[in-house]
């Protein structure tokens, strides 16, 4: 996490448990920093005008004005609920932690009433599992946005392990499966890893070209393949 989106997760963090405190230790622990950078991170914010303060005392720490620091604009409880439910579909994707992150920061822009009756009718909704529990390992989440080769090995389906320079190009998800999609040096074309067959994630200091993905490479013999499009919600 570099230090922008920690800041930002120091508000969201103090705002989820406002108006409570918490100590410059443990926000150090959670962001696997220390305590000193915390206090700087802190004393960031506050010079910049976000409405923290410290708290004396053996149990006291740093504290937010909540109300202050609302977003602009909430979410309904249908609204909130429709996000729990796809964020808690993502907990076998790439996703998995972000996914975590996202509804934390949801739960904190919500206020009290609302977001107990999320809470009940979030009870409510139960998703059907199989029975399987795909582990997918650190590292695919960020494939994107980092743009660099990933040097992976990967199982196939006898266990068979290969060694692989790919390049990555996307995802595609089925059920509790997910695929890296990615342009495989090896076999020198477009392949699908699944999540839970790649045991480890390295990424290396190449970036290469971008190369264009369609959707008939991916020749896939059976379902629909639908995108996902953020440009069409502002038409």
């Avoid at 409880?77 to 509804?103: H, I, K, N, Q």
């Avoid at 809470?119 to 029975?131: S, V, Y």
């Avoid at 068979?160 to 020198?188: M, S």
């Amino acid at each position: 996490m570099n230090r922008t989106d920690r800041l930002y997760a120091l508000v969201e963090e103090l705002r989820a448990v406002a108006p409570r405190p918490r100590s410059a230790r443990w926000l150090a622990e959670r962001f696997e920093v220390s305590s000193r950078t915390i206090e700087r991170d802190l004393s960031a914010l506050q010079q910049a005008g976000v409405p923290i303060w410290a708290e004396p005392g053996r149990t006291g720490g740093y504290t937010i004005d909540r109300a202050h620091t609302l977003a602009p604009l909430g979410f309904t409880v249908d609204e909130a609920l429709a996000v729990t439910t796809a964020l808690g579909m993502l907990a076998s994707s790439p996703f998995a932690t972000s996914a975590a992150a996202a509804l934390r920061k949801v739960v904190a822009v919500m206020d009290e009433r609302n977001l107990r009756e999320t809470a009940e009718l979030a009870a409510r909704i139960h998703l059907l599992d199989d029975g399987r529990a795909p582990e997918v390992v650190a590292g695919l989440d960020g494939a994107l946005r980092s743009g660099r080769v990933l040097r992976i090995a990967y199982r196939d389906r006898a266990g068979a392990e290969t060694e692989r320079e790919v390049e990555p190009l996307g995802y595609v998800g089925k059920g509790r499966d997910w695929y890296l999609i990615a342009w495989c040096r090896l076999r020198d074309g477009v392949r699908a890893f699944r999540g839970d067959r790649i045991a480890s994630v390295e990424a290396t200091a190449e970036r290469p070209p971008r190369r264009a993905l369609g959707i008939a490479e991916l020749d896939i013999a059976y379902g629909e393949v639908r995108s996902l499009r953020l440009d069409d919600e502002r038409a």
